[in-house]
């Protein structure tokens, strides 16, 4: 299984960007797709994460009202629209695939069986 995450760059404070992340090869089991991401010099961190087969989204606080995850199941395709970028958004974000279901399965990293690339996100103030 690949999973494809793109979009990343390089953006003012206040602008938006949209990260895809395509999942490919491979038959597999999916409950959710989540994003996280790892700032420079910090721990990697629960960003979003969308139940794969019911409409349940979920949110870190620090995105709440600023991120919207979807997804496109035709696709295999899972996207991250982010609004009002600042610079505490720059990341590496990672976009993952979920096979373990569980309570607070979205923030728990070992739920996740697959990871993306990372894409980077820059957000200049």
């Known amino acids: 299984v690949q999973l494809q995450a793109s979009g990343g760059g390089l953006v003012q404070a206040g602008g938006s960007l949209r990260l895809s992340c395509a999942a490919s090869?491979?038959?597999?089991?999916?409950?959710?797709m989540g994003w996280f991401r790892q700032p420079p010099g910090q721990e990697r961190e629960f960003v979003a994460a969308?139940?794969?087969?019911?409409?349940?989204?979920y949110y870190a606080d620090s995105v709440k009202g600023r991120f919207t995850i979807s997804k496109d199941n035709a696709k295999n395709t899972v996207y991250l629209q982010m609004n009002s970028l600042n610079p505490e958004d720059t990341a590496v974000y990672y976009c993952?695939?979920?096979?373990?279901?569980?309570?607070?399965?979205?923030?728990?990293?070992?739920?996740?069986?697959?990871w993306g690339q990372g894409t980077l996100v820059t957000v200049s103030s």
């Open positions: 090869g491979g038959t597999f089991s999916r409950y959710g």
């Open positions: 969308v139940r794969w087969s019911a409409s349940n989204t």
């Open positions: 993952a695939l979920a096979i373990y279901p569980g309570s607070n399965w979205y923030v728990d990293t070992s739920r996740y069986a697959y």
